[in-house]
């Protein structure tokens, strides 16, 4: 019987301080299957002549809030990351803290070439099992054009966390030597969902985490799925509200058979995080928003009525298909829902030039409608 294996990477980073070691790359499928593909999942990927075209799947999401720092010397660097949170405070891993005194470099676009800025770690804030909070030596600068990100804060009475789809950060290319530069700067993203929720023991804390399988095929999330890797520790997971990115995890750890991924589940923090960070700011969608875009409009009338009289398994994340009472049901409780709620915006919404917005009236008879279209071609 092969025995279930836990990798923490605390104690890996004990083994690979006695060896130089190259740091993995966030393993995702589509790149397993087909080849390396920077072109897609790398955010700083700059095209040679020949090369593909740059088709980033984080195009359109501000990362410039993600700085990456060095820890180590001569040939033995590790890579150290940071979350801004605040204008000064910042989520990362406690096992993989940066050095005290050390430089963090935030770029502010998708390329090398885009501006960059560096700031100094400060101290350890405080730490929830091996979630962190850290602080820089000062605030960054509003000139700089750094983002910080609000923290995922879903009401649990209406949306469930498991089975809700994310965005992963991580380590691309390979372990400097002898010093860390740019060259060797090159993260990537990829995707997963929350499969589990497991409260995860290393002596003498307990930690809170979310866990994420690396399961397709024959389920997951296609060719973009991820699966966590030497050198991700401390890296964020977010989830896209719009174009807005929120953080709900800050990588830990991985284990195999099966192949899984774990992270610190920064919501069941908020309360705390907030205490130390009273300017750390949360985020949750309005009623009727299925797609978490900041305004209840058509596409979420389109989500509730291709769904509508559909069941799924209680306890899983349904609120992108309509349901917004969480009964695990898309029925008429949950049209009603969305149809007091048409047209309204979250108070984080950037409103671009918009159409008129339907009358409610106007709005129930599209619904019901596009409801019985949709029930007419099920019963086909």
């Not at 990351?81 to 990362?92: A, C, E, H, N, R």
């Not at 649990?156 to 700067?185: C, M, W």
């Not at 399961?215 to 890296?235: F, I, M, R, Y």
Request: some cysteine; glycine content about 10%.
């Amino acid at each position: 019987m092969t025995t279930k294996k836990l990798v923490l990477i605390a104690t890996l980073l004990a083994f690979f301080s006695l060896t130089s070691q190259a740091l993995a790359r966030m393993t995702i499928y589509g790149e397993e299957i087909n080849g390396e593909q920077p072109e897609i999942y790398e955010r700083f990927y700059e095209p040679e002549e020949g090369d593909p075209a740059k088709a980033f799947i984080g195009d359109g999401y501000d990362w410039s809030g993600v700085g990456l720092s060095w820890r180590g010397s001569g040939d033995e660097w590790k890579t150290r990351w940071v979350t801004m949170i605040s204008p000064q405070y910042f989520l990362t891993a406690k096992h993989a803290y940066p050095a005290l005194g050390a430089d963090v470099a935030f770029h502010e676009g998708n390329s090398l070439d885009s501006p960059s800025h560096v700031y100094t770690i400060g101290d350890i804030v405080a730490s929830f099992g091996d979630l962190c909070i850290g602080q820089l030596t000062t605030p960054i600068d509003p000139a700089d054009n750094i983002a910080y990100y609000p923290i995922v804060n879903f009401d649990q009475t209406k949306v469930n966390y498991r089975g809700l789809s994310f965005i992963a950060y991580g380590h691309g290319g390979t372990h400097p030597s002898p010093a860390p530069t740019d060259e060797y700067y090159k993260p990537v993203v990829g995707r997963n969902q929350i499969d589990a929720f497991v409260n995860k023991t290393v002596p003498p804390s307990t930690t809170y985490c979310m866990e994420y399988n690396y399961d397709t095929p024959p389920n997951g999330l296609g060719d973009d799925e991820c699966l966590l890797e030497l050198g991700d520790s401390g890296a964020p997971s977010f989830v896209a509200f719009g174009d807005k990115l929120a953080v709900v995890g800050i990588h830990w750890y991985t284990e195999d058979d099966p192949d899984l991924s774990g992270d610190s589940f920064v919501p069941h923090y908020i309360n705390s995080i907030v205490s130390y960070v009273p300017d750390a700011e949360t985020i949750a969608p309005i009623d009727g928003d299925a797609n978490l875009d900041g305004i209840v409009d058509v596409s979420d009338l389109g989500a509730l009525s291709a769904n509508y009289g559909t069941s799924g398994q209680y306890g899983v994340y349904l609120w992108d298909k309509g349901d917004f009472n969480r009964d695990a049901s898309i029925d008429a409780t949950d049209l009603g829902i969305l149809a007091a709620s048409y047209g309204n915006t979250a108070d984080w919404y950037d409103s671009p030039a918009l159409g008129a917005v339907p009358e409610p009236s106007v709005l129930m008879m599209v619904v019901l409608g596009s409801i019985a279209l949709s029930c007419c071609r099920r019963r086909r």
